[in-house]
């Protein structure tokens, strides 16, 4: 959604929050408290709005639109946010026939379907055990969500798909992970979705992403949202113009002085970015706990314009809408603990989605279409990918260099230059660890707390992590609605709801 230029808050204006930063955690923050009748801004430094869900035009070619970060959403159909605020009713959300496929040298290609059995069915002698691991994470996939995706303080119900989950993961989170399989396909399909976390391989919390995603893979399917990610800012962005809400753009929040005088502030930043606004005004404990706050590895950024299709050496990887290229279960983790090392792997780990695959759409002038890459690097890299995300590339479709058109590249260190809660180009907005996962972003009862009455940390380094979901938003947003507004009931959230009003 386009804004006539940027726009700036005044000190003097009285509101009930103001909400630091506008990816999905933050608008659905500001979503949820528009929508229980208060007055919200969201300040942006950027001149767009979007945060890690923006759609921009790099003049790479004539009708071409690129995704800045994310691409593919794996829990935009499961995200119990995303799901009371309708946003399949919103948003064209596009499935493929392959959610996500591992090439492996030889022509071979692992592929996950949206049906357990048919990707059973694909892998030959491990199918029986892919179907006991990951059939009734997706068959229950309330419970699946319930585990993977709270606030981290809440009991869980599904008690049997927990303690399924639980185990799952202490298996494939540690030394026995490769006990399970007999080939070498299904853990390298496992492995490709657990490359996500960009941690260290095995581990617990690599463990627990794979079979978030995995399970949800099965269960809902991971969309790519017509025209792009932008389409669910814009969505965001639409209901929160719609309930009175606005939006300043432009904008760096460097002091809390320099924001309008509210009830609430929500911060949908890294721990970094809060400290540095709230300053002194912060107890020093609290600024010592989030000052030990870890930043991960790093993705660096590569898109191309490609003149037709990836010539895959197996077609079939070519009705994939997300392809995870780095080879068997052992090269990745090997990949991945280079990056630990502090050094750049010779075949990193490379994500990789075209989605004209689903959205013919998204293909321009001349046939020219968008291609989506990220590669796996340490922190701070400043190392151009190009090459490196070509070849690996090339490693699994011969003759790929012959359709590349143009690319932009973005290094890791250039990342948090289109969006501060990358620093040192860490998209997961902090190191994917035990303790994250558990706890929070600090040792607290509640892990979105700001440190002070009325400040909360709604962003991705809050529960339950990085994702195009809203969660962190919407949980935050229920506490400063019953905490400083008394406000029990939460609002509906529903397209009809908002009709109706």
């Known amino acids: 959604m386009s804004q006539d230029g940027p726009m700036r808050p005044t000190r003097s204006t009285e509101l009930d929050a103001v909400v630091i930063g506008s990816g999905p955690n933050g608008l659905a923050a500001a979503v949820t408290l528009a929508r229980a009748g208060l007055a919200v801004q969201v300040v942006e430094a950027q001149d767009a709005l979007g945060g890690g869900a923006r759609t921009v035009d790099l003049g790479l070619a004539d009708g071409v639109v690129h995704d800045l970060c994310s691409a593919v959403h794996p829990m935009a159909l499961a995200s119990p946010f995303m799901r009371e605020f309708d946003l399949a009713a919103r948003v064209d959300l596009l499935?493929?026939?392959?959610?996500?496929?591992?090439?492996?040298?030889?022509?071979?290609?692992?592929?996950?379907?949206?049906?357990?059995?048919?990707?059973?069915?694909?892998?030959?002698?491990?199918?029986?055990?892919?179907?006991?691991?990951?059939?009734p994470l997706a068959a229950d996939r309330e419970g699946l969500v319930e585990i993977a995706l709270g606030d981290r303080r809440s009991v869980p119900r599904?008690?049997?798909?927990?303690?399924?989950?639980?185990?799952?993961?202490?298996?494939?989170?540690?030394?026995?992970?490769?006990?399970?399989?007999?080939?070498?396909?299904?853990?390298?399909?496992?492995?490709?979705?657990?490359?996500?976390?960009?941690?260290?391989?095995?581990?617990?919390?690599?463990?627990?992403?794979?079979?978030?995603?995995?399970?949800?893979?099965?269960?809902?399917?991971?969309?790519?949202?017509?025209?792009?990610?932008?389409?669910?800012?814009?969505?965001?962005?639409?209901?929160?113009?719609?309930?009175?809400?606005?939006?300043?753009?432009?904008?760096?929040?460097?002091?809390?002085?320099?924001?309008?005088?509210?009830?609430?502030?929500?911060?949908?930043?890294?721990?970094?970015?809060?400290?540095?606004?709230?300053?002194?005004?912060?107890?020093?404990?609290?600024?010592?706990?989030?000052?030990?706050?870890?930043?991960?590895?790093?993705?660096?950024?590569?898109?191309?314009?490609?003149?037709?299709?990836?010539p895959w050496a197996r077609p079939e990887v070519g009705l994939a809408g997300t392809v995870h290229l780095g080879g068997s279960r052992a090269e990745m983790a090997a990949a991945e603990a280079d990056l630990v090392a502090g050094r750049h792997a010779d075949r990193p780990v490379v994500l990789l989605s075209d989605p004209a695959v689903v959205d013919p759409g998204r293909v321009g002038a001349g046939g020219r279409r968008p291609l989506w890459t990220?590669?796996?690097?340490?922190?701070g890299s400043t190392l151009d990918p190009t090459e490196a995300v070509t070849a690996q590339i090339e490693r699994f479709a011969p003759g790929f260099r012959d359709v590349v058109v143009a690319s932009q590249a973005i290094p890791a260190a250039e990342m948090s230059a289109h969006n501060a809660n990358y620093p040192g180009g860490d998209i997961a907005a902090g190191a994917v660890t035990l303790g994250r996962v558990l706890i929070g972003p600090r040792m607290a009862w509640d892990p979105f707390s700001g440190g002070l009455p009325g400040v909360y940390l709604c962003s991705a380094s809050a529960p339950p992590g990085p994702g195009v979901h809203g969660l962190g938003g919407w949980y935050a947003a229920r506490r400063a609605l019953r905490d400083r507004f008394g406000i029990t009931r939460l609002p509906s959230l529903s397209p009809d709801a908002a009709r109706a009003g």
């Open 95 to 135: 499935v493929p026939e392959v959610e996500y496929a591992q090439p492996l040298d030889g022509g071979r290609a692992a592929l996950a379907y949206r049906s357990v059995e048919r990707t059973a069915d694909g892998l030959g002698r491990d199918g029986a055990a892919w179907r006991q691991l990951l059939g």
């Open 374 to 379: 990220y590669a796996h690097v340490p922190a």
């Open 158 to 310: 599904h008690l049997v798909t927990a303690a399924r989950y639980g185990l799952g993961v202490l298996e494939q989170g540690s030394p026995a992970w490769g006990l399970r399989f007999r080939g070498d396909e299904a853990p390298a399909l496992l492995t490709g979705v657990a490359a996500h976390a960009i941690t260290p391989m095995p581990s617990v919390p690599a463990a627990g992403a794979a079979l978030m995603l995995a399970g949800l893979a099965h269960g809902v399917g991971w969309p790519i949202p017509r025209g792009g990610s932008q389409a669910i800012a814009d969505a965001l962005i639409a209901d929160l113009l719609a309930h009175g809400g606005t939006v300043v753009t432009g904008t760096e929040v460097k002091d809390l002085d320099e924001l309008p005088r509210a009830r609430a502030y929500l911060f949908d930043t890294t721990p970094r970015t809060l400290v540095r606004v709230l300053g002194s005004r912060l107890p020093t404990r609290t600024a010592r706990a989030f000052g030990r706050y870890r930043y991960g590895n790093a993705a660096a950024k590569v898109d191309f314009v490609l003149s037709g299709p990836v």
